[in-house]
């Protein structure tokens, strides 16, 4: 296994010790007298030693604390070196800042005990009060940069989390963006479909019927519906133009369409539906003096309504398409049901999309919705929560 290659700061603070003690050392600045070892260049081991852990106090912090402090006691038995006792400090602090977060936090409960136990010692030895001193300058050289290693640790820990918070919020954040940009081009997907496609379904179907029959009078009728329903588009475009460019931004634009408006719906589908032998019918059994809805429940049974009339335009065979609208126990009930067989005369294609933009309503306030055939009648229901908090989903 290949060792990481010593930091470059670590090196020059090496470097910076090992010529600092050397210097010392030619000028005979020692720390001791009367030592074990009397020869000088005996305090020169410890020193080198030492400048060695400082070359990976960062990238060998726990191996760098074994060997240092090794040194640190055989330095007391030299003349002792000031650079020695200085790099040792360095040392001691390293393995705390950049050591295993274990290792870490051992280390300043292991030099506490160290400066204890030698102040005891000293004391019961020398039983004066030079022990005091010793153990002052044992916390110096061993506790104390411990604790400073231990703090700035933790600081620096605290600044990465709250760095981390800050990127995981600013994702937060733009996923919610995201996320809201993609459930409003839903919304206004919806809206244009149910605003215009009825419209354009109308016209499709008309055109076919003028192209295909060479009847003046029938040109003339397929006519007037399908400039009757350009108008109309028209005039939804621009409202949903003027919608997109000054929003009023609480969820759905102003001018909510009303179930109140049912009424000349189905007006507009008996005019555009009469050429397919189409007959429609309103069944509203909604109390009278009952509260309002929430606008979002209104608009969502709106276009549900509209959307099951369009399909009936465009795929519905002859006969009586009825829409019914209840409310009761706290719910808003919608049922069309249209005559569901082969089809006569022209018709306009489908992509399935306005099924989808039914059931997507219905869901978005918590509700249910079904649509299916059930033997030559096809069915829409839908059931809508019709409670205030219907309006908050």
């Not at 808003?332 to 997507?360: F, H, I, N, Q």
Request: hydrophobic share 45%.
């Amino acid at each position: 296994m290949t060792l990481p290659r010593p930091h470059r700061v670590d090196l020059l603070i090496a470097a910076i010790g090992l010529v600092g003690g050397l210097l010392l050392w030619f000028f005979g600045l020692h720390t001791q007298v009367d030592r074990l070892f009397t020869e000088r260049w005996a305090t020169l081991v410890p020193l080198v030693v030492m400048a060695g852990c400082e070359a990976v106090r960062r990238t060998a912090p726990r191996a760098a604390l074994t060997v240092g402090t090794l040194a640190i006691v055989a330095d007391q038995f030299t003349y002792g070196s000031l650079a020695t006792v200085l790099m040792f400090t360095d040392v001691v602090y390293a393995a705390v800042v950049y050591g295993p977060t274990a290792h870490a936090r051992r280390v300043p409960y292991s030099t506490g005990l160290v400066t204890v136990g030698v102040t005891i010692g000293f004391l019961v030895w020398w039983q004066n009060a030079y022990a005091l001193l010793v153990g002052v300058i044992t916390g110096m050289i061993s506790f104390l940069p411990a604790i400073t290693g231990a703090i700035v640790r933790n600081h620096r820990e605290a600044a990465d989390a709250a760095r981390l918070r800050a990127e995981q919020t600013a994702l937060l954040a733009e996923m919610d963006r995201a996320q809201a940009v993609v459930a409003e081009r839903a919304r206004m997907a919806r809206e244009l479909h149910d605003m215009v496609a009825n419209h354009l379904s109308a016209i499709a179907i008309h055109s076919t019927a003028a192209l295909s029959l060479d009847e003046p009078t029938t040109t003339r009728q397929a006519l007037t519906v399908i400039r009757e329903n350009s108008v109309a588009g028209l005039a939804e475009m621009r409202r949903l133009i003027g919608l997109l460019r000054d929003s009023s931004g609480d969820g759905e634009p102003g001018a909510v369409p009303s179930l109140d408006a049912l009424d000349g719906l189905l007006a507009r589908a008996r005019t555009n539906g009469s050429s397919g032998g189409l007959e429609f019918v309103l069944e509203d059994t909604r109390p009278p003096d009952g509260a309002a809805l929430p606008a979002p429940v209104e608009l969502a049974a709106y276009r549900i309504v509209q959307e099951s009339l369009t399909n009936a335009v465009k795929h519905a065979s002859p006969g009586t398409v009825t829409v019914r609208v209840g409310r009761s126990d706290g719910v808003l009930t919608v049922a069309v049901d249209s005559p569901y067989g082969k089809r006569p005369g022209p018709s306009a294609p489908g992509t399935g999309s306005g099924l989808v933009g039914m059931r997507e309503r219905a869901e978005l306030l918590g509700g249910e919705f079904r649509a299916a055939a059930a033997g030559a009648v096809w069915q829409v229901r839908a059931v809508l929560p019709a409670d205030e908090k219907a309006g908050n989903a």
